[in-house]
């Protein structure tokens, strides 16, 4: 009896204790950007990057505060080669370069560039299915990688949006 006494008041002070937990991620930061902002974007691969933004920034409701224009530049290279001249490993790479303005003040928040690096094996079995999967789903990895880079670093060094030239 005095054992479920004890676990019903251990369980009721960790249900009130937790009970204004909030996660890192359900911050309000969001709410500075998230539906405030345009996107413009140039370069390679801006499907993807287009639906991911919007998928974590949503879509511009009433007026927008900022535009954030992207430049992405992709490229594929071979890393090892066999010796019959194939390539076994390649090193694709992703380079993007951020700019967050502010539309009212006509400035410039933060520039940025971010490059992510990834390397596949090539899959041979006679043809290339194998191998054109590997590196379209690699580099939709790297692309959500590197942009979550830069919205972590944005919430975390440019928490206030303010201006480069502001103090």
């Known amino acids: 009896m005095i054992k479920k006494i004890f676990l019903l008041i251990l369980l009721l ?3 009130i204790n937790c009970s204004n937990l909030e996660f ?3 911050s309000s930061y969001n709410s ?8 413009s974007i140039s370069g390679d691969n801006k499907n993807i990057i287009n639906s991911y933004l919007l998928n974590k920034l949503g879509e511009v409701k009433g007026n ?7 430049v992405s530049k992709s490229t594929i290279e071979a890393v ?3 010796t019959d001249a194939t390539a076994s490993k390649f090193m694709i790479e992703h380079d993007f370069k951020y700019i967050l303005k502010n ?4 400035c410039i928040i933060v520039e940025k560039s971010i490059l992510t690096k990834n390397i ?3 899959k041979s079995a ?7 999967l590997a590196e379209k789903e690699l580099s939709k990895k790297n692309i959500h990688s590197n942009i979550d880079q830069f919205i972590d670093e944005l919430f975390i060094n440019y928490s206030d949006l303010k201006c480069k030239n502001e103090s």
Do not use: R
Not at 64 to 70: A, D, E, K, M, R
Not at 103 to 106: A, H, Q, R
């Open 64 to 70: 927008p505060t900022h535009i954030l224009s992207i």
């Open 13 to 15: 002070v960790l249900i």
């Open 103 to 106: 539309i009212g003040n006509n």
């Open 24 to 26: 890192v991620y359900n």
């Open 126 to 132: 006679g043809y290339s299915f194998g191998t054109d």
């Open 120 to 122: 596949y094996e090539a």
């Open 80 to 82: 090892v080669m066999e």
């Open 32 to 39: 500075k950007v998230k539906e405030k902002t345009l996107l």
